[in-house]
């Protein structure tokens, strides 16, 4: 059996986070766990694999499932609460080292006074 990609300590933090889900009355098949959704997630977040390229695990439900959980997570904001969740916890255990940050400059805009461009026709 592999290795899980979620520990017990990040799934501790990540569950009150996400979504709460009833049975649904009109039936069907019961809802995949949360966990095993999340394996699937870190999985192609790790790899870089196309979702419905998924392999088939023990450990997750198909790529196509993942794929419907995050965005629903996405969706409910989960991922930047859980972000200054866990900087929160890295910057009390004084495991942040600010000398260190990096920004991607494809996720932030630089301003400088340009314009942005007029979409293409």
């Known amino acids: 059996m ?5 520990s017990n300590e990040l799934w501790n933090e990540i569950e009150p986070l ?6 649904d009355p009109r039936g069907g098949a019961p809802r995949k ?8 997630v870190v999985y192609v977040l790790r790899t870089g694999c196309q979702w419905k390229l998924v ?10 499932t993942c794929w419907r959980r995050f ?12 972000h200054r969740r866990l ?3 890295l910057g009390s255990a004084g495991a942040v080292d600010l000398d260190r940050i990096i ?3 494809a996720s932030v805009r630089a301003k400088k006074g340009a314009r942005t461009p007029a979409p293409a026709r």
Request: glycine content about 6%; proline content about 17%; hydrophobic content about 35%.
């Open 33 to 40: 766990p949360d966990r095993a959704c999340l394996e699937g």
């Open 55 to 64: 392999p088939k695990s023990n450990l997750w439900p198909s790529g196509s």
């Open 103 to 105: 920004v991607d400059s």
């Open 71 to 82: 965005t629903e997570w996405t969706k409910a904001g989960v991922w930047p609460q859980l």
């Open 2 to 6: 592999a290795e899980p990609l979620v």
């Open 87 to 89: 900087l929160n916890l």
């Open 18 to 23: 996400l979504p709460k889900h009833p049975p």
